[in-house]
């Protein structure tokens, strides 16, 4: 951590951006650390990134299939339409999550010595996106167990994840300052992943937005086209994919990003006040 004073807290905007490249090493150990952290004091540790979608995804199909007789989209096992949502879900919500809490986490840090506070929100994301990997490898497993193959489309995954990147860190940059300030958001958060998890087509399928007069405030939901994209990159062109929606996503999670920068720059300052 030798590189962690090269300038100090209220340097220009461009010695900020080569400082964050310049400790480019304690971002890999703060991810390391987040990493370790997760699971260091549970007693099946990583079994639990296994253990959690699959009861997800069984709860879900028994609650949504089974009860409220709703229907996936045709030609696509339900149970992998579930899995296939709670998986970027999934990512997205632990990886806002870790981020909104981050710097309250390493606040030990942040009021010992300076560097780039961005840097504790970007370790972060390892933590969710180790649990994606798990969860995404559990979905493989059981295309071959529905006998459902994969198509093509998965070579726009990439382009889907980094969209749930972009939005859980806009998000996620906003609440961490609202976090350090009032630490009631600390409560809200959860709330907030939990209502979010049932108003994104995870259990059902977006079809039955589609012609209603709702559907294009329903689209401005930046998780609706990034899940929707999601599940026709896994389960090809039988899954539900609006491709309008990727449009309003897109402006939306990068607009946010771009803003929630900028008031965490601005308020990273003072976070040493409120720790």
């Known amino acids: ?18 400082d964050l490249w310049r400790n480019k090493q304690l971002l890999l150990i703060l991810s390391k650390r987040d990493i370790s952290v997760r699971y260091k004091q549970t007693l099946l540790g990583v079994a639990w990134s296994v253990l959690r979608p699959i ?3 069984t709860v879900m199909v028994f609650v949504f299939s ?8 045709e030609g696509v096992p339900y149970p992998l339409m579930v899995l296939c949502g709670i998986t970027i879900w999934t990512f997205f919500a632990n990886t ?7 710097i309250l986490i390493n606040s030990n840090l942040v009021s010992k010595v300076y560097f780039p506070r961005l840097l504790m929100p970007l370790s972060s994301v ?3 996106f180790v649990d994606f990997l798990i969860t995404l490898g559990i979905f493989l497993i059981l295309t071959v167990f529905f006998h459902h193959p994969l198509s093509w489309n998965i070579l726009y995954l990439p382009a889907f ?3 749930a990147f972009i939005t859980s860190m806009g998000f ?55 899940i929707d994209g999601f599940k026709w990159c896994l389960l090809g062109d039988k899954a539900y994919f609006n491709p309008n ?18 008031y965490f720059r601005k308020k990273e300052n003072t976070f040493v006040d409120h720790i």
């Not at 089974?66 to 989209?73: E, I, Q």
């Not at 806002?96 to 981050?102: D, G, P, T």
Request: proline letters at 3%; aromatic letters at 14%.
């Open 1 to 18: 951590m030798q590189h962690t004073t090269t300038i100090k807290a209220g340097g220009s905007e461009k010695d900020y951006w080569k």
């Open 55 to 57: 009861m997800t995804m």
């Open 66 to 73: 089974y009860v409220a007789k709703l229907k996936g989209d």
């Open 96 to 102: 806002f999550s870790q981020i909104s809490s981050s």
């Open 126 to 128: 390892a933590v969710g």
């Open 161 to 163: 994840l980094l969209l």
């Open 172 to 226: 996620g940059l906003f609440f961490a300052v609202l976090n350090v300030r009032f630490r009631d958001i600390g409560q809200l958060i959860p709330f907030i992943v939990q209502v979010g998890f049932y108003i994104c087509p995870i259990a059902y399928s977006s079809r039955l937005a589609e012609g209603t007069w709702y559907e294009k405030y329903y689209n401005l939901n930046p998780m609706v086209g990034i």
């Open 245 to 262: 929606s990727v449009y309003s996503t897109a402006i939306i999670s990068v607009v946010i990003l771009i803003l929630s920068l900028i």
